[in-house]
């Protein structure tokens, strides 16, 4: 406790009206004044702190950024040239200098449409990471109108200024990847007299957000946190790209392809349609016929597709990438001390399965973790260095687990 004759140098309070005093040579400083200089020094330091933000000195080039993909993500060249294209020009569109000819380039949002395990959440995190940017993934399916039990649009910026480190500069050069954009659809093309508060409405609250706009965002969520002070956020530099796996589009191409190829265009066989990937035939006509709103359309300028993956990019993908699935698992063994190996009709037959159950890249790991599970569980306790897995032993190990739950209706 501070004695009631002395006084705090900085505030000029009393000993007695405070809970302690710090004394130096010919001064002293009381706790309140001590606490807020720590406040004051926090807020310099999350100020000035440097952003992660590398472009502002070097932009790397599409082909670099594409290559770059390449080592984490198999096959999807046409999404990786789009994407590498239109982050490109993003943030050249950032670094631009003012110019006199009153220019002024738009932003390029993206919209990536693919199947469940094709990579779409992969690509956008890998350049992310290539570009040293702030990174966030928001599920569209928690998010609902303001008002209504669920997400506020806001917590899209939330999750960024989070993964930022509260720092504002650098969340506002970050890019946000909104997963799941196909359930937000409306669920007719005729406007309903009833508020779809997780559908339309979510559309509508996103278009702000899409466009460029001044957002006012609560640090810590609004709903758990009403009393926090909110931070201003600019959202005209921020990438947004969303991905869906649009089950049933097909249908839609479909029908909107059927109407051009009549008469002579296709007696004369000019439209030769790959009923295998339909994707590619994909327009913004298609995803309004779905149901995104027009308005949300024109905000996301970048439309591309990724193709369903068949045996040979399955196989690579288990493989191939710096992070790929066997390499992770050889590196937890290798942990242990214990050297993994694969024999080749191994990686043939947990392809074969994913195939199967079509699951995807993302059923890679599904079955792989069936595979070594029990090996996982016993080896670090017992005195081996080697382990190797052979085609009996997968066969053996994933025959026995109940296989149904891997299944997809």
Do not use: W
């Amino acid at each position: 406790m501070a004695k009631t004759n002395e006084t705090c140098t900085f505030c000029g309070r009393s000993g007695k009206d405070v809970g302690m005093l710090i004394n130096g040579a010919e001064c002293a400083i009381c706790d309140i004044c001590t606490a807020r200089a720590y406040e004051i020094i926090a807020e310099r330091t999350s100020a000035t702190k440097k952003s992660p933000f590398r472009l502002n000195t070097q932009l790397p080039k599409p082909e670099d950024i594409k290559a770059f993909l390449d080592q984490y993500v198999i096959g999807q060249d046409e999404a990786k040239r789009y994407l590498s294209v239109a982050v490109y020009n993003h943030y050249k569109r950032i670094m631009q200098k003012e110019t006199s000819d009153d220019v002024e380039i738009e932003k390029s949002n993206i919209i990536l449409v693919g199947a469940t395990g094709t990579g779409k959440t992969l690509l956008a995190r890998t350049i992310a990471k290539f570009l040293q940017v702030p990174f966030a993934i928001v599920d569209a399916t928690v998010l609902t109108e303001a008002g209504y039990v669920g997400e506020d649009i806001e917590s899209i910026l939330t999750r960024l200024l989070q993964t930022a480190d509260y720092n504002v500069d650098a969340a506002q050069k970050g890019i946000v990847f909104i997963d799941e954009i196909d359930k937000i659809a409306r669920k007719s093309d005729n406007p309903s007299i009833t508020r779809d508060v997780s559908g339309e409405g979510v559309q509508q609250g996103l278009l702000k957000l899409l466009e460029g706009s001044i957002v006012s965002v609560p640090p810590q969520g609004g709903r758990k946190h009403p009393e926090q002070k909110l931070i201003t956020i600019d959202t005209k530099n921020i990438l947004f790209i969303c991905g869906g796996a649009f089950d049933g589009i097909e249908k839609k191409i479909t029908q909107r392809l059927n109407m051009r190829v009549v008469g002579y265009v296709a007696k004369n066989g000019i439209c030769q349609l790959d009923r295998s990937n339909l994707l590619k035939y994909i327009t913004h006509t298609d995803l309004k016929s779905y149901g995104l709103i027009p308005e949300i359309i024109g905000r996301l300028p970048i439309l591309s597709f990724l193709t369903p993956l068949d045996r040979t990019a399955l196989r690579n993908i288990l493989t191939e990438p710096k992070n790929s699935i066997i390499k992770q698992y050889v590196k937890l063994f290798e942990m242990d001390g214990i050297k993994l190996s694969f024999d080749e009709d191994v990686y043939d037959y947990i392809v074969d399965k994913a195939l199967e159950f079509r699951l995807g890249a993302r059923g890679l790991r599904s079955i792989v973790e069936t595979v070594m599970i029990d090996a996982m569980y016993t080896m670090p306790s017992e005195k081996t260095d080697e382990f190797r897995v052979t085609l009996g032993y997968a066969k053996d190990k994933f025959e026995r687990t109940d296989t149904a739950r891997l299944q997809i209706a």
